[in-house]
């Protein structure tokens, strides 16, 4: 089996894993995906060291598009998109994506690792123990405007660290009293938007860095984006109709003790 045929497999391992954990969750993938994306790109020696990250994030947010679109499709079929909502949140979080996706291809490498180290484990300790409190006095939304100002900032971290942004949009919502199963397919819906607007931003601010003919499109690389895509497409809707079904709270701790350790890895390498 040639290098890339092999790195493609791998990727489509991947991608199995981050469906499942997409439609579950909420989350676009990304948290899992570009930690193991960028060991890859390293053990293949795909690019430099210093320029994989980036290159992890960008395909992340590109394969990211795909799997919550999944997501996304199943959860509306479950009713679990609140489309009263969404317009306002999606307008937010495509702005933010936007930006920060130009933003996040012009700091240096070893920021971008630590923000993304950090956001990690911040995400990694409230899914930990947010399970634990007890439920609060019920909130009002807030009006539409702010609440795009919240998703705006919401889009734009998940878009510089590749990340659908369910890990941060659930919480958000579920503060505002939304049920835990429509700020789930709310995130995923949302997760499209994140993915789209921050993809052409690396794609847009990558062109110049990379060529086509070396399998890249900006800083996404498509032979990963391949194997991604090809399995989390399927996995997805799988993990989407299991909240029915599994005890999300204690996948939540499990997951949680994982992003710790993908987080350090992270810093370490």
């Known amino acids: 089996m040639s290098d890339l045929l092999l790195l493609i497999a791998c990727c489509a391992l991947l991608g199995s894993g981050v469906g499942f954990l997409a439609g579950l969750l909420g989350i676009g993938g990304g948290l899992v995906i570009v930690p193991v994306l960028s060991s890859i790109l390293l053990y293949f020696a795909i690019l430099p060291a210093e320029q994989v990250i980036v290159a992890a994030i960008a395909t992340s947010l590109a394969s990211i598009l795909f799997t919550s679109t999944s997501s996304a499709i199943a959860h509306h079929k479950n009713g679990n998109v609140p ?28 920021i971008v690792r630590w923000v993304f180290a950090v956001s990690v484990v911040l995400i990694a300790l409230k899914m930990f ?50 049920d835990m199963k429509k700020a789930i397919g709310c995130a995923s819906a949302c997760g499209i938007v994140i993915a789209l607007f921050g993809s052409v931003g690396y794609i847009t601010s990558g062109s110049a860095h990379f060529a086509l003919s070396d399998g890249f499109a900006g800083f996404v690389y498509l032979p990963a984006l391949l ?30 003790g994982l992003l710790v350790v993908v987080a350090g890895n992270m810093i370490a390498f």
């Open 83 to 110: 489309w009263e909502l969404a317009p306002w949140i999606m307008t937010g979080v495509a702005l933010g994506a936007l930006i920060s996706g130009f933003l996040a291809a012009m700091l240096p490498e070893q």
């Open 129 to 178: 123990f947010g399970s634990n409190k007890p439920a609060s006095d019920e909130r009002s939304m807030p009006n539409k405007g702010l609440l795009t100002g919240f998703t705006t900032i919401t889009g734009g971290l998940s878009a510089m660290i590749g990340i659908g942004g369910g890990a941060l949009l659930v919480p958000l919502l579920t503060f505002f009293s939304i």
């Open 227 to 256: 194997g991604i895509v090809c399995t989390s497409w399927f996995t997805a809707p799988l993990g989407a109709k299991s909240v029915q079904h599994l005890p999300v709270p204690t996948i939540k701790k499990l997951f949680a």
